[in-house]
């Protein structure tokens, strides 16, 4: 494999953007840049395609990280983002980094060499280094489905804290007091579950800390955490899964132990998939408006690659509770 820019800076113990600037001709200090042409030497690196994208050349096209391409609601966007990209005349280089650091400096430092106009990032980047090196080198960035309130960078994202406020509202009102949540950690699950709670909090109702489980983010994952949970001696009489394929977990395990859905277990999910529609029975969720979030990301970025727009913009748009089967009244004889 050739080496990448990443592969530079990580030799001369240097940023990204430093490289970028003895790249560039542009100042740092005379030790460093040595550093830099030095590992750039050794390594045989051959920066000619980066360097024409750092004298203004623009290819259209835009490079799209997601965190996982097998999850329903990421692949969605991606065919909504590339759509949008498409018609406003763009390419679109889709690259699934699997929640993973490396993947993320690694495809970031390719899609750079390869001359990408500018950079979606989507759900939970967790590479904030190098997140901050494509902000310290001016590459047009948009965060899609997650915000980054320390950083000046565009973003576009539901009102996660609304959602998971909305599942408890709708809990509460079918008359459910025992309720356990299931999120990843990633930071819209926290935030869903911060508005849960200030649901449950305004109603004289306390969420006990067993009953909420924070881990992985497979059905499998879910499936496990579901289990234990029914398994308490004070089994909820609903969960809220933080997304649609937790909830997926969430319903397997409750067959697994012969609880009727939803006569037995209330289950919310959030997203609104193909999978919540098409599940048995059908999945009360919330709905986030991809259509419209996935044009905002696109056309922020392009505003921005354009020189259209210098501001830096934080849009949150509101999710909605669609009610399906999955839910219904709690009552009380079933404790009987």
Known sequence: MKPTIYDVAKKAGVSIATVSKVMNNQPVRKKTREKVLEAMEELDYKPNILASALMGKRTSTIGFLLPDIANPFVAEMARRVEDRAHEK?????????????????????????????????????????????????????VLLAASHPSLLVNSVRVDDFIGGYEVASHLISLGHKKIAVIGEDATS????????????????????????????????????SAAKLLADPEPPTAIFACNDILSMGVILAARGRDIRI????SIVGFDNTLLSM???PPLTTV????????????????????GKSKTKQRIIMMPRLIIRNSTSEYRAEDDA
């Open 189 to 224: 699950s926290k935030e869903r579950i911060r508005g849960f709670k200030q649901a449950l909090q305004e109603n004289e109702m306390n969420l006990r800390d067993e009953m909420v489980v924070i881990g992985g983010s497979s059905s499998e994952d879910a499936e496990l």
């Open 89 to 141: 005349g763009y390419n679109l280089v889709i690259c699934s980094t699997d929640f993973d650091r490396e993947k993320e400096a690694l495809y970031v430092s390719l899609l750079n060499q390869k001359s990408v106009d500018g950079f979606i990032l989507a759900g939970d980047f967790k590479n904030e280094d190098v997140l901050k090196s494509l902000l310290e080198e001016h590459i047009p960035v």
């Open 262 to 265: 939803p006569d037995d277990l």
């Open 278 to 280: 098409n599940s048995d």
């Open 287 to 306: 709905e986030q408006p991809i259509q419209d979030m996935c044009s905002q990301a696109v056309d922020l970025l392009i505003e921005e690659i354009e």
